[in-house]
């Protein structure tokens, strides 16, 4: 476990981007140094200061690693009290982390065709992962699903990993419906499946995996209070019982997990 | 640097700062953050002489300056403490076993297979946990069932024995008395105060089981009043806890009577502040021109 190199990291805020209302990027540096080595799916815990009813950390996916610039992007969601104080970060502030956090999806191996299926924040783990995969020479499909045209967010970055397919509920952008009605996904078969987003539409993405034949890794947002393996306050239940969405997770392969698909 | 070596018992302590059982593992989890030999003891997870799976997810809930649990004790038996995650601490600390049961005759064959390990010289006897139906807190509540189970573990356990007590009572000064007539070494206090938590938006309980436990600053006053009057009242050792953050949280602990104290949910938020209060005690004593943290225990007028 010491060899993991988890760390605790004054980062400071390099870029603080509004997406969109409801999406803020945030991109930073260690000020000290180079960033410890992340993998996709992996995550960090943010503290959030300036937020007096905040009092544990926020758990938040490493969205980018930029290497060049030694950079380390996330994507965050404002849903409540805690994620809306990361929203109010400047340029130039500290960003305090520790990171990287749990274990992410299993890297890609030459020639495998990857399916990356993303609703909304979910798509944040998979622009590192695109980037990965792709590296390693696999083929990269994205399919992500929004609410509206408005909600797909970073689509020009994701465009540089692979090819990228679109559903919005309202019909403004892609496909009308959900990613799992999407025509792609009866026109054309993939070695292996990866998701992320909320819990609806990664059950249904992994009936249809498992209706497929189709290996398929999802990634879960348990509610976590360490972020480490101490409290067990994350666990989900498993075909081992309860195991630890932090350190076991949160990618999951979905034969391990008790859904009913 | 100050004197901060303390006994609970026959335990030494390099200083008197521990982490509190369930809130830093067994220790392991935290060594990209600590160095567990600058600590003077890890408290590790809650054993039990059976495996237990714990409640059903959601286990927590945030409350403003603390948070509720309802893990519900899950582990993997002692048998599996002693075979598999035993020979991993090696480390130059004292690692102390929290032990848990649903009857006393099941607390005093989990110290009993505990007193066989040779670098644990200590048990914390966890007679409050809030979060399981089957005994637990029900064996802190009344002074008559604290003894019973003291009784039980004492005759099998020859080392060190703490007993953790519970703050959900009325009078926690008559269960300590209780406990120290019945042979506990130290007393630690408090586990977490039961609380609740609910979602108005769904007009339902957060936790899976309702109910939970409370930790973190929301509780620090309530263990120091308790700290305070325990102490005052027992002359076996006593360790404080609840709420603990910083140096200065640990040193009005260490004020009103307790001999050491335990750092429990802060570690979730700053997973190296242990060894930071640690350091902060040391600087308090400097400043203030004390030679040894004994001189500070319990001096508070
Ligand atoms: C491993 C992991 C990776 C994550 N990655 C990202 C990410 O990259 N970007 C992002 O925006 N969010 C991510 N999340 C979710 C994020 O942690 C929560 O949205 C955040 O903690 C909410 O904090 P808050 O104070 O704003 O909201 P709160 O006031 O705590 O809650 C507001 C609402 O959000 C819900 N909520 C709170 N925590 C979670 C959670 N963990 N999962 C789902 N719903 C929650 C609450 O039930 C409530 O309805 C991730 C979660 C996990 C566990
Ligand atoms: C997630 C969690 C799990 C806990 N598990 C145990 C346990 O197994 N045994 C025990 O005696 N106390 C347990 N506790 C109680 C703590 O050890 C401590 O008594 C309590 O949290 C108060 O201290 P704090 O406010 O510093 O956290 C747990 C607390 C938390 C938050
Ligand atoms: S969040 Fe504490 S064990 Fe996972």
Redesign the interface.
């Known amino acids: 476990?010491?060899t993991?190199?988890?760390?605790?990291l004054d980062l400071r805020l390099t870029g603080v981007e509004r997406l969109h209302e409801r999406y803020v990027l945030l991109r930073a540096v260690n000020p000290e140094g180079a960033l410890p080595p992340m993998m996709a799916g992996q995550f960090a815990q943010l503290?959030v200061d300036g937020s007096a009813?905040?009092?544990?950390?926020r758990p938040i996916s490493i969205h980018f690693v930029d290497e060049e610039r030694q950079e380390v992007w996330f994507l965050v969601q404002t849903v409540g009290e805690g994620t809306r104080a990361l929203a109010r970060l400047s340029a130039g502030d500290t960003l305090n982390a520790?990171l990287p956090l749990g274990r992410g999806f299993t890297p890609a191996r030459e020639g495998e065709r990857l399916l990356l299926v993303g609703g909304g924040v979910g798509v944040a783990p998979l622009l590192q992962l695109g980037k990965e995969t792709q590296r390693a020479g696999a083929e990269v499909t994205f399919l992500l699903g929004a609410r509206s045209a408005e909600d797909l967010l970073q689509l020009p970055l994701f465009e540089r990993y692979g090819r990228v397919f679109v559903t919005t509920e309202d019909g403004t952008a892609g496909e009308r419906g959900f990613v799992t009605q999407h025509s792609l996904l009866s026109a054309e078969r993939f070695s292996r499946i990866a998701v992320c987003g909320p819990k609806p539409m990664m059950v249904a993405v992994a009936r249809y995996a498992k209706s497929s034949g189709t290996p398929c890794e999802v990634s879960l947002e348990?509610?976590?209070?360490?972020?480490?393996?101490?409290?067990?306050?994350?666990?989900?239940?498993t075909t081992e019982?309860?195991v630890c969405v932090c350190?076991e997770g949160p990618v999951f392969n979905i034969e391990r997990l008790k859904w009913q698909i | 640097m100050a004197d901060l070596r303390v006994n609970i018992g026959a335990l030494e302590l390099r200083n008197p700062v521990l982490t509190a059982s369930?809130?830093?593992?067994y220790g392991?989890?935290?060594?990209?953050?600590v160095d567990l030999s600058e600590l003077g003891g890890v408290i590790v997870?809650g054993t039990t002489l059976q495996p237990r799976?714990?409640n059903?997810?959601?286990?927590?809930a945030?409350?403003?300056?603390?948070?509720l649990?309802c893990?519900g004790l899950?582990n993997k038996g002692v048998d599996y403490f002693c075979q598999h995650i035993y020979p991993r601490l090696t480390h130059d600390t004292q690692f102390v076993v929290n032990v848990s049961g649903s009857s006393p005759e099941d607390y005093a064959e989990c110290a009993a297979r505990v007193a066989g390990l040779e670098r644990i010289r200590a048990i914390e006897l966890n007679i409050s946990c809030p979060n399981v139906r089957d005994g637990g807190m029900a064996f802190g509540t009344s002074p008559e069932a604290a003894a019973s189970v003291v009784e039980a573990v004492r005759q099998a356990y020859p080392k060190t024995l703490i007993v953790k007590l519970s703050p959900n009572v009325t009078d926690i000064v008559s269960i300590a008395r209780a406990v120290e007539a019945a042979g506990a070494d130290a007393v630690s206090l408090i586990n977490t105060l039961m609380g609740m938590a609910i979602d108005a938006e769904r007009r339902r309980r957060v936790l899976s089981i309702g109910t939970g436990g409370l930790s973190?600053p929301a509780v620090k006053p309530v263990a120091l009043r308790m700290v305070w009057q325990v102490a005052h009242a027992v002359s076996i050792p006593v360790i404080g806890l609840g709420g603990i953050s910083t140096a200065t949280d640990a040193v009005e602990f260490l004020l009103a009577g307790a001999t050491a104290v335990e750092v429990g949910?802060a570690?979730?938020?700053?997973?190296?502040i242990s060894v930071k209060i640690v350091r902060g005690i040391d600087e308090y004593l400097t400043r203030h021109g004390y030679a040894s943290v004994k001189d500070i225990i319990g001096i508070c007028e």
Not at chain 1, 4 to 8: A, E, L, M, N, R
Not at chain 2, 56 to 60: G, T, V
Request: hydrophobic letters at 35%; charged letters at 20%.
């Open positions: 476990m010491g993991q190199g988890k760390q605790i503290r009813g905040t009092f544990l950390r520790v348990n509610m976590m209070a360490c972020g480490v393996g101490a409290c067990l306050c994350c666990v989900e239940d019982g309860h350190t | 369930g809130t830093f593992g392991l989890e935290f060594e990209d953050f997870k799976q714990g059903a997810y959601p286990r927590m945030e409350t403003a300056q603390g948070m649990n893990v899950q973190g949910t570690n979730f938020l700053d997973p190296a």
